[in-house]
């Protein structure tokens, strides 16, 4: 079993990482509890951003029936990635000025989640993408509708980024987690917002989505950051190859929008292989982390 290990622990000090934030309270919260939830979108921006997706519904909705909650980069279009990207950035453009410095914008994609018990996202953690001992890589996530229990609102473990190293990679990682399944289900908290507030999502965090159970999709716009020296990496295991095989590939942001589902990285640099250690974390271990953690937000 995995020792959660010491740098991993749950102190309340800030990350060694660049900050990227202007405001000091919001990185302090985001560091340690690896998500936060602020205003980010004023009425009329956020009223471009569902013009935008009704004028994108149908190219969306192409794989609806198959996914129940999916990306625009999952429809393999890549004129519609492109044109979402761009779009995204060019309205979210003032805020991330206003509220962020020293970054570098990944990509932008909305992601839909339909209606019913199947658009439900267990928890989860998202994909590599810079060296974390060094930098970290988030989404700003803001949704076109104010969210909730009942329209697939958003639930984090408080601090799950920091628990252990992991490396997530494509199209599948090995859960690290599986054998504390129920102890994180127990313990996520719910983050619902009301329509313009955003929440900051670390990619390494431990996060969850209830299923959308309303009779509307409920759809939601994410634009990935990074610090502006972070290297972007994206990590890619064939199925069935070993884990000592990990392929791992210099990416730029174009790279990133052009990945295909699935598969290996069509403008990524290989840059050779690498190997992760996917030990299952123990229980035990796991219990005092999340006890250390909450004692650490008790004592500041
Ligand atoms: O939109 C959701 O329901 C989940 C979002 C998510 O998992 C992510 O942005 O990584």
Known sequence: MMNIRKGYRPDMSLLSTPPLMKDERLQLEFERNGFVKFRFLEPNQLEELKQLYESTKSEHEVIADEKKFHATSQTDNTELVIAVDKKVREVMKEQ???????????????????????????????????????????????????TNRLNGGLRFLKGGHKIIPTLRISPYTPSVFSGVTDIIEDNLVDVFTEPGECVLLNHGSIHASYPNLLPEPRVAVVLGISHHDAELYHYYLPPGQSTDKIEKYLMTARAIMELKSDQRPQLGKFLGYVSHDYQKVHREEFIKWLNDFRKGELTG
């Not at 410095?101 to 989640?113: G, P, S």
């Not at 199947?118 to 509708?145: C, G, P």
């Open 96 to 146: 991330i000025e206003k509220h962020f410095v020293n970054y570098q914008i990944l990509t932008a994609n909305f992601i839909v989640k339909q209606c019913g018990p199947a658009s439900e996202l267990k928890a989860h953690q998202d994909w590599t993408m810079v060296d974390e001992s060094r930098f970290f890589t988030f989404n700003i996530w803001v949704a076109l509708q104010a």
